[in-house]
């Protein structure tokens, strides 16, 4: 065990994973945080909260995993590259590993010029795969990586996010070599709707034995409306969204519970495709329906491990 | 900027600025600048010149105090090193710039446009990246590969932006070299870019070289 999470406990024991998100309001208000703690505990194994996601200024991630913990519910805090040097990227994760946080994802993070702030400096000054290198020096050989030892690593279960719907395509699984290289011990994808090409994803990763080294989880994202189809199909970077899902929401008589359906109906035969282990349910601002998916999906209730 | 000054020297500078500022465009702007003043009344008194290189001092000294001597004002075309400099030259004179100082970028005269491509970041990886930065080129300095926003080749700050890195995916495919696809960057040494402080290089001598990245494979 690197850092024995309840989320590396259910991995490493074949279980396939649930993850789900709870994105940190627009103010001081730690209140929001505990509600989603309270309603959604026991209905995902881990629960990822943003950092300052599409950069747009949020409670930080750190006190909303905090705030989790509180609530006895396990947080994956989630830390980009845009907002920190690796001076405060380590000393974050130093202090919230002493706090008790276990899960860390690594990201790049959304430009800043795509969020409420778009006049400010960013940073990068690693990029996602070095933040993993740096955090796994920490936690595997006790140092800052080119500089001095920690009086006491951190405990760390590692994660990282791949799109494999990102350009240039045939580079993704090279990325995701990278990252297993770099420290990742799970992946959580970018939402999937294009399932089958989701499938010619995993066929590379199989067939470079991936699937071995790391746990990957595939994402949902439960659709709202027809409308917020088309939203993402043309002006989200980065997601694939098939023609075939947006006719649906547009025929359906309730697109709502469609949305779901089609949710459901992913996490299925993501359960089914060999070499992922999990789904990651970001149900952006529609918190309340992932207990209705994780259950649609059979996988309620949650091993207790 | 210029605001009550009446005896204006626009000076051009016919070095590497893009697009060019040299006399023809220096004279343009004085008989520009002279109108504009006129209207309000008064004595009017602008000239204009241009040196070949504004960013060096022995240029500047042996040519210029004839030019520069009475005026209330300098009105620099060229980049914010001429400006410096010739404020550093005659300090008697207020040196205003008369143009941003945008990029270090390169032109294309058909489609008229000009792109950065570098950042004077004093670490070139150009040989490992196939001739394009990917520290000027993708818009957070990536150094590992393309991130999760590239999409089409176009990268999630604004689609007339190419994605730096599918462009040198692109080409060191098209190299057959493959060690910058699967190798892994290490954290950079900043220091030779703006991170060690203003930069300061003694002539004749070889910069003090960081550390060389190395590619772990």
Not at chain 2, 140 to 152: A, E, I, Q, R, T
């Amino acid at each position: 065990m690197k850092a024995g999470s309840n989320l590396e406990k259910v991995l490493s024991s074949g279980g396939f994973a649930v993850t789900a998100e709870i994105g940190p309001p627009k103010g001081a208000d730690g209140e929001h945080m505990r509600h989603w703690a309270r309603e959604l505990k026991g209905k995902a194994d881990a629960f990822n909260v943003t950092d300052n996601q599409t950069a747009v200024v949020r409670l930080s991630s750190m006190a909303g995993s905090i705030i989790l913990l509180q609530e006895g519910v396990e947080p994956v805090m989630q830390m980009v590259c845009r907002d920190r040097n690796r001076i405060a990227m380590q000393s974050d994760v130093l202090g919230a590993s002493a706090l008790g946080i276990k899960n860390l994802l690594c990201l790049t993070g959304d430009h800043q010029t795509l969020g409420n702030l778009p006049g400010a400096k960013n940073v990068f000054d690693v990029d996602s795969i070095q933040e993993l290198l740096l955090f796994k020096t920490m936690r595997d050989e006790g140092k800052i990586l080119g500089a001095d030892a920690l009086t006491k690593a951190p405990q760390l279960f590692l994660g990282a996010a791949e799109n494999p719907f990102g350009t240039p395509h045939e580079f993704r699984v090279h990325r995701l070599a990278k990252k297993i290289k770099a420290g990742a011990d799970f992946i959580q994808s970018q939402v999937i709707y294009d399932i089958d090409r989701f499938e010619r994803f995993m066929e590379d990763v199989r067939s470079r034995h991936l699937d071995g080294k790391v746990h990957i989880l595939g994402g949902v994202t439960p659709l709202k409306s027809a409308k917020v189809a088309k939203y993402m199909k043309n002006k989200v970077a980065g997601i694939i969204m098939p023609d075939s899902v947006i006719s649906r929401m547009e025929k359906a008589s309730d697109p709502k519970a469609e949305g779901i359906r089609i949710c459901i109906e992913t996490v299925k035969q993501l359960r089914e495709m060999k070499g992922v282990h999990g789904v990651h349910v970001m149900a952006i601002a529609w918190e309340e329906k992932v207990p209705e998916i994780v259950e649609g999906a059979g996988l309620l209730p949650r091993p207790v491990v | 900027m210029l605001q009550g000054r009446r005896r204006i020297l626009v000076l051009g500078c016919d070095g590497c600025t893009q697009p060019p500022r040299g006399l023809r465009e220096a004279q343009t702007y004085r008989t520009l600048l002279e109108m504009a003043l006129g209207r309000k009344g008064g004595e009017v008194d602008c000239v204009a010149g241009t040196v070949s290189k504004q960013c060096d001092t022995a240029l500047l000294a042996q040519n210029y105090p004839e030019l520069v001597k009475g005026r209330d004002a300098v009105l620099s075309l060229s980049c914010a090193l001429g400006v410096q400099l010739l404020s550093l030259q005659y300090p008697e004179v207020p040196v205003f710039p008369g143009q941003n100082t945008v990029f270090l970028g390169y032109e294309h005269r058909d489609e008229g446009w000009l792109r950065e491509a570098c950042q004077a970041c004093g670490d070139c990886v150009l040989g490992e990246t196939g001739g394009i930065c990917p520290v000027a080129r993708c818009s957070k300095s990536l150094l590992n590969g393309p991130c999760g926003g590239s999409h089409d080749g176009k990268c999630e700050v604004r689609d007339d932006i190419p994605c730096a890195w599918q462009l040198i995916h692109d080409r060191l495919r098209q190299l057959d070299r493959n060690e910058w696809i699967d190798g892994i960057v290490p954290p950079r040494d900043w220091r030779s870019s703006r991170d060690g402080g203003v930069r300061y290089q003694k002539k004749d001598e070889d910069w003090n070289e960081p550390a060389r990245k190395e590619v772990k494979r």
